[in-house]
């Protein structure tokens, strides 16, 4: 069945390059549904979109009821992704507070998939630092993808950054991300995400910062690439992403006897928990009191799962671990590489605040078995599992 994409049209100058993203979109099978600004209409008719994609647009909320369906939840829900192209300065700022006051942004607020937004506008509106401000914060989120905007001669006579990219390129950057066939069909991912706990005492733990949003956003990839996927996950404040086996386990030694039970049918593995290293060895049966002035509590190690794991891997199964660093981050990743036979490291700066754990964003170096390292500038974690799961699955076809 071919996708069905929601293509926003704002009213910029570029709106006419939104007739041809239409055109090649339907030319590539997919369903495209319109929703057009008041403003957009004013450069291109909204007739002009039904004929190219042979669906009725909408523009006003008001319009005479067609059907019985509330029309922007059902046109949320419809859709496999939405696209707005050109997106103004105007629909960045009410994404960015959450505004619903026509057809598309009500229509946006109500889309959970992912949203792609091809910024276009003058130069110096597209450096407000309050453009900026929403562009950021609109990045930082999960679903949100921005295509940059391409430099050159803008319609109001400058030069700069601000104009819109070649319909060509917006859609073969869909092409990757959401129109390629489903790369991993057939194939198993197993994950495993957020922080154990090991108990203290019947109420209390030692734990970690570890929010989970990597290995979530992970496996919510390996789901949309057609993978089975498994999930092993600690306890965090995450939905499950829809579609994945989920188990949740709580300590170290729980995670590694899920991961050991699943790793044999997986093709890829990708160790995105936070482990302790360490659990108490002997945790109190009762609830401790405070009765002593001082309290030893004394920890052994914990097994390392993935090193275990790459021990007991076979020819053709790829195994991806992550390196949590604060200082010397590529030299230590390299030595967790071989000493726990992987076959790519994913190598965080977590000293860093807008990348690593518990944060939206993250940036990192992608090493792999033959030396090769790959600088992956900060993004949202969304993007950085498309990232992961792109070179991960080149390894498998090696
Ligand atoms: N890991 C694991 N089991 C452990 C500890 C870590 O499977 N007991 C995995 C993590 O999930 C990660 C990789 O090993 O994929 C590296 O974890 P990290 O905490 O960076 O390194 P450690 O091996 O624990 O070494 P150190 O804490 O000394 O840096």
């Not at 019985?68 to 960015?96: C, E, M, Q, Y």
């Not at 959450?98 to 998939?113: E, H, N, P």
């Not at 949100?144 to 319609?155: D, F, N, R, T, V």
Request: net charge positive; aromatic share 4%; glycine share 8%.
């Amino acid at each position: 069945m071919g996708k069905n994409v929601l293509l926003g049209v704002c009213g910029g100058i570029a709106c006419y390059k939104a007739v041809e993203v239409a055109s090649r979109l339907r030319k590539k099978g997919v369903d495209v549904t319109v929703i057009m600004t008041k403003s957009a209409t004013q450069f291109v008719t909204p007739l002009t979109f039904q004929e190219i994609t042979g669906n009725p647009v909408s523009v006003d909320m008001w319009d005479k009821v067609q059907h019985w369906d509330v029309a922007h939840i059902s046109l949320a829900r419809k859709a496999d992704f939405a696209l707005i192209v050109p997106a103004t300065a105007n629909i960045l700022g009410k994404l960015a507070a959450g505004i619903a006051d026509d057809m598309l942004s009500t229509t946006l607020l109500a889309v959970t998939k992912a949203i792609y937004l091809a910024p276009s506008m003058n130069t110096n509106m597209y450096l407000n630092p309050i453009v900026q401000r929403n562009l950021k914060l609109l990045s930082s989120l999960p679903n949100y993808h921005i295509i940059k905007p391409a430099s050159g001669h803008l319609a109001c006579g400058v030069e700069g950054v601000g104009r819109l990219p070649e319909p060509a390129e917006i859609v073969e950057q869909l092409e990757k991300d959401q129109l390629a066939e489903e790369s991993l069909a057939g194939k198993t991912v197993l994950v495993t995400a957020g922080g154990t706990r090991e108990a203290i005492d019947p109420v209390r733990y030692i734990g970690n910062r570890s929010s989970g949003k990597m290995g979530y956003a992970i496996a919510a990839e390996a789901v949309r690439r057609g993978a089975r996927t498994i999930l092993v996950s600690g306890p965090v404040a995450l939905a499950a992403p829809a579609g994945a086996e989920v188990s949740k386990i709580e300590t170290a030694r729980e995670m590694k006897e899920l991961s050991e039970r699943f790793f044999p049918q997986a093709d890829i593995t990708i160790m995105a928990a936070a482990v302790a290293d360490y659990r108490v060895e002997n945790p109190a049966p009762l609830k401790i009191k405070k009765e002593q002035e001082a309290l030893l509590v004394h920890l052994v190690k914990n097994p390392d799962i993935l090193a275990g794991l790459g021990k007991i891997k076979k020819e053709g199964q790829v195994l991806v671990g992550f390196a949590a660093e604060t200082h010397d981050l590529l030299a230590f990743a390299r030595q967790k590489l071989v000493k726990k036979n992987l076959d790519m490291i994913v190598a965080n700066d977590v000293g860093r605040k807008d990348a690593g754990f518990n944060v939206d964003t993250n940036a990192a170096n992608l090493i792999s078995k033959d030396g090769k390292i790959e600088e992956i500038p900060l993004m949202s974690k969304s993007e950085m599992a498309k990232v992961i799961l792109r070179r991960a699955e080149a390894l498998l076809s090696k």
